[in-house]
């Protein structure tokens, strides 16, 4: 029997992981204020918005070191070019500075691959030189649970010659249809990152989003090569790492593979 996995972290490198998702469409704006001080208090990466957010997120999250993660053809992806690309250009002028663009999910499905990859292209040169923040950057939601191995290969491969900052799995909100009418969601899967992580050039980052909801969740991506997440389980991964003893030093922490609804399988 293999000995266990073992990781070094630090309470900063795991807070630093998280993108905060306050994406829910029923969400009232004081939920997202809560939410934003969520993300304030746990330094997290970013608190991840709908685009009428921003200016509130910019505004509650000035002074910290919590950037700005709008939301941009969310979550189904169906604009066309030029809309994301304007509202790509609106979300970076008003302060956001990591955008979460959602692919055109039905051409993908299509094999219209120069469709994809010039709207990742267009959307991508808005994100990062077109709109006055050299800054901003760019991740790209393939949405896997509507996806076949292939697809997310070639989304790969053309996030890589496009020189994306990131390719992330999912929306949280890619429901499933299934033969009993009822819809299921995966989201994050372990396959589904190696795959990603295997077909990305080093340059480019993964996110896993839905399903991440443990801090031992969060640890077993990590140790496959993830570097943010999105999550809505925030403050019950980080009280958690504290629980353990995870501070400002560097502390070293056992890997246990995911055997929950994040998708080890």
Known sequence: ??????????????????DHSLLHPTMTDQEIKTGLEIARKYNTAT?????YSIPLAKKMLQGSDVAVCPVIGFPAGNSTVEVKVFEAKQAVRAGGVEIDMVV??????????????????????AVTRGSGNANAILKVIFENDYLQDEHIIRLCQICS?????????????????QPNGMYSYKGATV??????????????????????????DLLYVMSLGVTRIGATATVAIIEEAKARGIGDTPTEVEVKPITTNGAAY
């Open 1 to 18: 029997m293999s000995s266990p996995t073992k990781i070094s972290v630090t309470l900063t490198q795991i807070s630093k992981m998280i």
């Open 47 to 51: 608190a991840c918005v709908k685009p």
């Open 104 to 125: 055109n999910i039905g051409k993908v499905l299509s094999g219209d691959w120069d469709y994809v990859t010039d709207e990742i292209r267009a959307v991508n040169t």
């Open 161 to 177: 010659d496009l020189d994306v900052a990131f390719v992330k799995t999912s929306t949280g909100y890619g429901f499933v249809k």
């Open 191 to 216: 396959p589904h990152l190696k795959l990603m992580r295997e077909h990305s050039k080093p340059s480019v980052q993964i996110k896993a989003a839905g399903g991440v909801r443990t801090l031992d």
